[in-house]
């Protein structure tokens, strides 16, 4: 799932900035990151890290 995109936008995920990935709400995550969270289990180590970073995202809509 990639979208491509005008201008580089700065991953929420991993903080790079990428020209292709998604944008959630006002946030953009990097199609390497949404690819690998789509692959991560919900038992891997990795897992709440990312949850954590979406949360993120949340907090800042509803703040
Ligand atoms: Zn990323």
């Not at 700065?10 to 998604?22: D, S």
């Not at 390497?32 to 891997?44: A, L």
């Amino acid at each position: 799932m990639a979208v491509n995109l005008q201008e580089d936008c700065t991953c929420i995920i991993c903080g790079l900035k990428k020209e292709e990935g998604i944008h959630i709400v006002s946030e953009f995550i990097c199609d390497t990151c949404e690819s690998e969270m789509v692959r991560t289990d919900v038992k891997d180590e990795k897992y709440p890290f990312f949850i954590h970073q979406m949360k993120r995202i949340w907090y800042k809509k509803n703040a």
